[in-house]
């Protein structure tokens, strides 16, 4: 059964810092690996979408990497702001009708 | 910008009663799923929903839920009797195919049973 992990479970960084987030997932047949953020109460906005045959992905300020055959990505965020402030879900798709999410970051960036 | 959409986006029902929770998924989507997230813990996986018909289910998806598309707008889930378990926010999501589209979701439904 696949199992998602992300580490650090929460995230205190000043303003300005560039910061990396974890996720590890225990089997590699994945078809593609979906970074998103879920501000409080509120649903899951898609950052990032790593298909198993890619590398990594960027968008704006955001980098994903994937290192499918030790099943661990990260998620590199650049000149953090306050606006990021935000938690952080990392999702396999190890069949082709779900997604398996991991815990989540919890990342505070303090003005 | 499209968007999945949820009605409402919270809903408090008594113990036993039955409830049905709304999503309008993005328009040119085929496929819709359901997942909840109990307070403080992980995003889980529900139903998928494909052709009118139920293509995956998990172990939490048991003979109280229900999903449906009633027309060519709506996708519904259903939850029979409600428990105090059931209580969550459960979310829709919908993508263009499966496998290695991706998957965009709604804001959510806080179902809180008392």
């Known amino acids: 059964k696949q199992e998602v992990t992300q580490i650090p479970a929460a995230l205190s960084v000043p303003e300005g810092e560039n910061l990396v987030l974890n996720c590890s997932f225990t089997d590699s047949a994945i078809y593609n690996l979906q970074w998103f953020r879920q501000d409080p109460g509120k649903g899951l906005t898609s950052l990032l979408l790593?298909?198993?045959?890619?590398r990594e992905q960027t968008s704006g300020r955001l980098n994903a990497s994937l290192d499918k055959s030790s099943g661990r990505s990260t998620l590199y965020i650049a000149a953090s702001q306050p606006g990021d402030s935000a938690t952080y879900l990392c999702?396999?798709?190890?069949?082709?009708?779900?997604?398996?999410f991991g815990g989540g970051t919890r990342l505070m960036v303090k003005p | 910008e499209p968007e999945v959409t949820q009605t409402p986006s919270h809903q408090v029902t008594q113990m036993g009663q039955e409830v049905i929770l709304r999503c309008v998924p993005i328009s040119n989507h085929l496929y819709f799923y359901w997942y909840r997230q109990i307070l403080g813990q992980k995003v889980e996986f529900l139903v998928s929903f494909y052709n009118n018909e139920i293509s995956e289910k998990s172990e939490i998806f048991d003979d109280q839920f229900s999903v449906e598309r009633p027309d060519g707008s709506n996708f519904t889930l259903k939850i029979r009797s409600t428990k105090l378990e059931d209580s969550a926010m459960y979310f829709c999501?919908?993508?263009?195919?499966?496998?290695?589209?991706?998957?965009?979701f709604g804001q959510g439904t806080r179902l809180t049973v008392v």
């Open positions: 999501a919908s993508s263009e195919g499966q496998g290695y589209t991706e998957a965009f």
């Open positions: 999702a396999v798709r190890p069949t082709g009708n779900m997604l398996t």
């Open positions: 790593i298909q198993s045959s890619q």
